[in-house]
């Protein structure tokens, strides 16, 4: 094992030895359920109310790091076997701690319960004021109360959930862990490449016979078995589409949205004004061509490199750039993802069997986050690090609240990661020496802010017209060619697209297993540019304005935390402002562009 490679400590989850016993005091826990719902009613005084919330809340903090470990162990390993055992022995335990809280859960909704008078609006808000950081949790859990089932119902759809959506997302991800990546490129020796993330490698070579056999090695698989993950598909949109209109929810969308705490006009504005700032980037992509010397971009060429690559950072340095980077933006940022790194909770590169991407876990407010790397050294893993370092970040600052506030909703859910990206970016871009070195630089991190904004934004719109028509009948061949419209239609004649890029929809996990999560990316990476340009403006002064937005966690509704800082999530112009950013990227790759012609 190379001596900067990091694996995971996932005994501070769970001590070496301790799932057995773990899983048996959650299960005694659960039996205490009836005595803690026998003390509910709506005269309760507001001090054992809060013991009610405080027992719920321990036995959520320990099934987290029981499933956490059992998912991460698969994560770090897919072809575990016991990993997958304790990975199905927690869903069990998920069924049933739903079932057991499930009388409260309706209760405090103000639902009919069992053998319970109705909680009412002014005895819920004398018992909320007994948690008050919990208040805003609990009143959107009432809130909840308009697309919530009986108690009945909302068992079958729990278990429904573990052997239905839930194992079909495993399945689509056992079908592509067993694709095999021939890569080919002309005029060189095939070879077979052990892993996707050797694949991805190669669509920012500066070869374009290897960025062409990088896109047709890793879409081929995926249009071999395009049937198979066809039927996931559409059995999984069903599924969440059928769950959406039981719910009176008004659109597939919209539950993701309520989940989300986002209101749907924002989302509308976000997608709208991304839609219609489409040409922003078709012009990057002319640009890049005349400043590669090509007429025209293919999408195999979207990310190459505008000359030689950069240096390959090894781990170790690639944390140092980081971290650096950190500390010159807030101290805050810098001790907290030095505190991730310290406790060993970083899996950091690619191996056969793991869990291809990235992500950081956050498990409780009281375990240091888990963060996830397929690192490969290159710039794009750098600014990968420091995504996911990122969320890490974010998780500690959330670290005050109660485990029911300490996940963050998704309209900030990106904030502290794509913070960390631009703080990181802007430290490269200032130790460029060259014009050639910032055009590079100025180049990728465009066509990154593409992958992220316009992208992200695209995968979305295809969810909500395949959603669409997969209720009205479709097949694999209609959603390819689906796909390929979208395609088409974003880089408005800048790029040439391929007619193989029509599978590449099956390549995205998140449409299978979070739909219409996308726009996260999207939301975040607009929503931080515009906290970013803030701070350019205002300096460290700002900062601890940054910070109290990612302590909040989901204590406070978005909004409201946004409002402070000056930002209104449903504004087109606010959303605009944030393109006006990357197009004043785009300005200055221009300059550099006409000096170095």
């Known amino acids: 094992m190379p001596k900067h490679e990091m694996t995971w400590n996932l005994y501070d989850l769970v001590p070496k030895g301790g799932f057995d016993t773990l899983y048996a005091e959650i299960e005694a826990d659960l039996a205490k359920y009836p005595a803690h719902y026998a003390a509910c009613d709506p005269g309760m005084a507001p001090e054992r109310f809060a013991e009610v919330i405080r027992f719920n809340e321990a036995v959520r903090e320990k099934l987290n ?3 956490g470990f059992a998912d991460l162990s698969t994560s770090a390993d897919l072809r575990d076997q016991r990993a997958k055992l304790l990975k199905s022995r927690c869903d069990d335990l998920q069924v049933k701690c739903v079932d057991a809280a499930l009388p409260l859960r309706h209760w405090i909704k103000g639902l009919a319960a069992e053998g319970k008078q ?17 208040r805003y949790v609990l009143e959107y859990l009432r809130l909840s109360a308009r697309h919530t089932l009986t108690q009945g119902e909302e068992r079958i759809v729990t278990r429904k959930l573990i052997s239905g959506a839930g194992a079909l997302g495993e399945l689509y991800d056992q079908i592509c862990d067993g694709f095999v990546y021939d890569f080919r490129p002309r005029g060189r020796k095939p070879r077979r490449l052990a892993t996707q993330e ?14 062409e056999a990088a896109y047709r090695c890793l879409l081929s698989p995926y249009r071999e078995h395009l049937g198979k993950l066809f039927t996931c598909y559409v059995a999984l949109v069903k599924d969440w589409d059928n769950d959406a209109k039981l719910r009176s929810f008004a659109s597939p969308i919209a539950r993701r949205n309520f989940y989300n705490k986002v209101p749907d006009a924002a989302v509308e504005a976000l997608l709208a004004v991304t839609a219609d700032n489409a040409g922003l980037y078709q012009e990057f992509f002319r640009l890049k061509a005349r400043l590669l010397k090509m007429k025209k971009l293919r999408r195999y060429d979207i990310y190459a490199p505008s000359g030689a690559p950069g240096p390959t950072l090894p781990l170790a340095e690639g944390v140092e750039l980081v971290l650096d980077a950190f500390g010159g933006f807030a101290p805050g940022f810098a001790e907290r993802a030095r505190r991730i790194i310290a406790a060993r909770h970083v899996d950091s590169h690619p191996r056969p069997g793991k869990r291809t991407g990235a992500f950081c876990a956050g498990i409780a407010p009281a375990v240091t986050p888990y963060v996830l790397l397929n690192y490969s050294g290159d710039s794009n893993a750098v600014s990968t690090l420091a995504h996911e370092l990122g969320h890490g970040v974010h998780d500690l600052y959330a670290a005050a609240q109660s485990i029911s506030a300490y996940g963050t909703p998704l309209p900030l859910a990106e904030t502290a990661s794509t913070l960390a990206e631009m703080v990181v970016f802007e430290r490269l871009l200032a130790r460029c020496r060259t014009d050639a070195a910032r055009r590079a630089l100025l180049l990728e991190k465009i066509g990154e802010s593409y992958g992220t904004v316009m992208r992200q934004s695209y995968i979305v719109r295809f969810e909500l017209e395949a959603h669409r028509r997969i209720a009205a009948g479709t097949t694999e061949d209609g959603l390819s060619r689906l796909w390929l419209e979208l395609l088409r239609e974003q880089f408005g004649g800048a790029v040439e697209v391929a007619e193989e890029f029509g599978s590449e929809w099956a390549y995205i996990p998140h449409i299978f297993k979070t739909p219409f999560y996308c726009y996260a990316y999207n939301f975040g990476e607009l929503l ?25 966690g989901s204590s406070r509704a978005p909004e409201d935390v946004l409002r402070e800082a000056g930002i209104d999530l449903c504004s087109p112009s606010f959303w605009q402002g944030s393109f006006d950013v990357i197009g004043g990227w785009l300005a200055e790759l221009k300059r550099l562009g006409r000096r170095g012609a």
């Open 65 to 67: 790091r029981l499933d």
């Open 118 to 134: 109705r909680l009412g609006d002014a005895a819920a808000a004398r018992l909320f004021a007994g948690v008050p950081g919990l």
């Open 198 to 211: 050797d694949v991805l490698r190669y669509i920012r070579s500066a070869s374009a016979s290897e960025r």
């Open 528 to 552: 931080s540019l515009s906290l970013y340009a803030r701070y350019r403006q205002d300096g460290p002064r700002f900062v601890p304005r940054i910070e109290a937005i990612l302590a909040a």
